[in-house]
């Protein structure tokens, strides 16, 4: 008799800490334990997200965000999958490029925001270029670690039936180094989504993002406001994870079918 592959059940566990966090917090706050002002009651923090979501302002910083967030990852994938290609299968553009790609990959990405703002002062390009850098790292190596992973007798095999160099990109070596290029996505979606954040925060001058929804809550002392766009944020960000993982499965199953 067939066995049916039973669909995946709700993982309830990992709620535990979070609801338990919550009960403590409400809690605390019925009994008077902490400071209204500074730590404010789970239903506080719920009227305000109530609030926010029916402001023009709140859905117009989740735009704003996600766009620069969306726009530096296609950019910093694209970059980093062509240049871990290029100096995985060029051994010139590996004497040329790598070198300096291994000491400028050990600056912190935040010192290079000095340089940025210099040029492209605080605004939405200087936003977007930061979290490009810190898409094309993660993602230039894993790609180039793919590809230094075939082995060279399917190179070779390429070779005798003549393979032309766009058709040995499209049938060997973006298949053979997808499952990394996939974990180099998945974490430059990662780091797309907190360099995100962090240029908002960094960068504050114009604009509007979800970062300076936190700014105002700051500069308003309304604890409430801070908290709802911590959430919003973490909400977002596990989102964004969740959909990289979803592709990445599906991909890889009609890679493996076909």
Do not use: C
């Not at 605004?123 to 930061?130: D, E, I, Q, T």
């Not at 793919?146 to 039936?161: D, K, M, S």
């Amino acid at each position: 008799m067939a066995h049916t592959k039973s669909s995946p059940s709700f993982n309830w566990r990992g709620w535990v800490i979070p609801v338990l966090f919550i009960l403590l917090w409400a809690l605390a706050s019925w009994q008077h334990w902490l400071n209204p002002k500074l730590i404010p009651a789970p239903s506080a923090v719920l009227h305000v997200g109530w609030q926010q979501l029916f402001t023009a302002a709140f859905w117009q910083g989740v735009g704003a965000s996600l766009l620069r967030d969306l726009s530096g990852f296609a950019v910093g994938s694209f970059l980093g999958i062509a240049f871990g290609i290029l100096i995985g299968v060029s051994r010139w553009a590996s004497y040329l490029l790598a070198p300096s790609f291994n000491v400028l990959r050990q600056v912190s990405l935040f010192a290079w925001l000095p340089l940025i703002s210099t040029f492209l002062d605080y605004g939405n390009s200087a936003k977007v270029l930061f979290i490009t850098l810190s898409v094309f790292y993660p993602v230039a190596l894993h790609t180039l670690a793919g590809v230094n992973a075939i082995p060279l007798q399917q190179y070779e095999v390429a070779r005798v039936y003549q393979f032309s160099p766009w058709q040995l990109l499209r049938k060997l070596i973006l298949p053979a180094a997808a499952p990394q290029i996939f974990v180099g996505l998945q974490l430059g979606l990662i780091f797309a989504w907190l360099a995100t954040i962090g240029s908002e925060f960094l960068l504050a001058s114009y604009g509007v993002g979800l970062g300076n929804i936190v700014i105002n809550g700051r500069a308003a002392q309304d604890v409430g406001l801070i908290v709802f766009g911590l959430l919003t944020i973490g909400i977002i960000g596990v989102g964004l994870n969740s959909v990289a993982v979803y592709l990445e499965r599906r991909w890889l199953v009609w890679r493996q079918q076909g």
